[in-house]
């Protein structure tokens, strides 16, 4: 099974950068499509950018298209999100998420799930 740890969260000013990585346990991570998913308070658990097995496939919202990028290492079991001209509404709780084989955009279709990640951004 696999099992998934955030770290990277923090405070930065609006128009900065954080990089958020995803550490995976388990020799089957290479076949799992990995998510980033953000929970703000008040709101609902939303989809921010995932990635294929393989790395050559990727989606992100729209709210977060050309600031974020979404990257893996299979050899190294990690994810990361780089976040770049942060905004004060990209502030929430960010969690890693990941599925076997196909990605998508869909919260419950994840079955694991780390602990999750701060993430906040002064204006």
């Known amino acids: 099974q696999v099992q998934l740890v955030e770290s990277g969260g923090g405070l930065v000013q609006a128009g900065g950068s954080l990089r958020l990585s995803c550490a995976a346990s388990?020799?089957?991570?290479?076949?799992?499509?990995t998510g980033w998913f953000r929970q703000a308070p008040g709101k609902e658990r939303e989809f921010v950018a995932a990635i294929s097995p393989s790395g050559r496939n990727t989606d992100y919202a729209g709210s977060v298209k050309g600031r974020f990028t979404i990257s893996r290492d299979n050899a190294k079991n990690t994810v990361v999100l780089q976040m770049n001209s942060l905004k004060p509404e990209d502030t929430a709780v960010y969690y890693c998420?990941?599925?076997?084989?196909?990605?998508?955009?869909?919260?419950?279709?994840?079955?694991?799930w780390g602990q999750g990640t701060q993430v906040t951004v002064s204006s």
């Open positions: 998420a990941a599925r076997p084989s196909i990605f998508d955009r869909v919260t419950v279709d994840y079955n694991v």
């Open positions: 388990g020799r089957t991570f290479s076949s799992y499509a």
